[in-house]
């Protein structure tokens, strides 16, 4: 798994903004998983399929 900031700097976003950067994050414990960073990362770990009963949808509408 790769780490938020590495994602952030691939993502060409620039250094003074990437603290103000907004991420989805699930967590159970201690553990925790990305699920969307907007404009650079969609994690698979919560697919929309075909058999999915229920979603939420959520919009970013800031700029990167």
Known sequence: SRKISDVLVD???PAEIRSG???VVVS??????VLWLPGLLRS???PVTSASR???VLDWFGRL
């Open 28 to 33: 159970s414990g201690e553990a925790a998983e």
């Open 54 to 56: 229920s979603i939420l």
């Open 11 to 13: 993502g060409h976003v």
């Open 21 to 23: 950067t907004p991420a």
């Open 44 to 46: 698979n770990a919560a």
